[in-house]
């Protein structure tokens, strides 16, 4: 129901633009998120954003560089990703829970994509 996309490899400072297409029922009145997780490493929080798109969270890691934004009309959510790092380098999920504000724990949320990759190269 969930779909990523736009993940692949890219050099230190570039940017890459993550998109996560609903299918099979709406999710304009779900908060969403993205997360990601590095290999050995536990899944972390790296954006949400609530159901109308009028407030968004980020971590701190992220915060300045990455934007999350969301097309209700398309059902769509995005991850504009700039000023790439090597430790940004992860699988990238989106998700889904059923409120009007999101949360920066994984196990909140009760929709997942499958994930897409992301490599930065230093």
């Known amino acids: 129901q969930l779909q990523a996309s736009g993940g692949g490899k890219v050099q230190a400072g570039g940017s890459l633009r993550l998109s996560c297409a609903a299918s099979g029922r709406t999710f304009i009145t779900y908060a969403m998120g993205w997360f990601r997780q590095a290999p050995g490493k536990e899944r972390e929080f790296v954006a949400t954003?609530?159901?109308?798109?009028?407030?968004?969270w980020y971590a701190d890691s992220v915060k300045g560089r990455f934007t999350i934004s969301r097309d209700n009309s398309k059902n769509t959510l995005y991850l504009q990703m700039n000023s790439l790092k090597p430790e940004d380098t992860a699988i990238y999920y989106c998700?889904?829970?059923?409120?009007?504000?999101?949360?920066?724990?994984?196990?909140?949320?009760?929709?997942w994509g499958q994930g897409t990759l992301v490599t930065v190269s230093s």
């Open positions: 954003i609530t159901w109308s798109g009028g407030s968004t």
């Open positions: 998700a889904a829970r059923n409120t009007i504000v999101g949360d920066t724990t994984p196990n909140q949320f009760t929709h």
